[in-house]
Nanobody, 123 residues
Framework: QVQLLESGGGSVQTGGSLRLSCAAS????????VGWFRQAPGKEREFVAA????????DYADSVKGRFTISRDNARNTVIMQMNSLNPEDTAVYYC????????????????WGRGTQVTVSS
């Protein structure tokens, strides 16, 4: 059974940082690209960042470029997303998801999802 567990969310003030983790189990992790998505209250879920199977292919939403950094450790079945210079627009539930083979900005193809971790940024 595939399980994805996000952690590291919390409440910070504008300009603060958080480090989200996504721990995967029940799959051959190195066969899957990993994406982070987020959903703010009253809004649709949106793409944040993705990393390829080997870690060399990385993509970000324009809104987080230069502030967020995604990385993965296949030996530990973990993906990390370092979030700096947070602002209130980053407030959302953050989800990690896995997609077999290639990464994508679209939700289509991401077969397994975590339950999410809340990030709240106050002004």
């Amino acid at each position: 059974q595939v399980q994805l567990l996000e952690s590291g969310g919390g409440s910070v003030q504008t300009g603060g940082s958080l480090r989200l983790s996504c721990a995967a189990s029940g799959l051959t992790f190195s066969n899957y690209a990993v994406g982070w998505f987020r959903q703010a209250p009253g809004k649709e879920r949106e793409f944040v960042a993705a990393v390829s199977r080997g870690g060399s292919g990385i993509d970000y939403a324009d809104s987080v470029k230069g502030r967020f950094t995604i990385s993965r450790d296949n030996a530990r079945n973990t993906v990390i997303m370092q979030m700096n210079s947070l602002n209130p627009e980053d407030t959302a539930v953050y989800y990690c998801a896995v997609r077999y083979a290639t990464a994508s900005k679209a939700e289509y193809g991401y077969r397994h999802w975590g339950r999410g971790t809340q990030v709240t940024v106050s002004s």
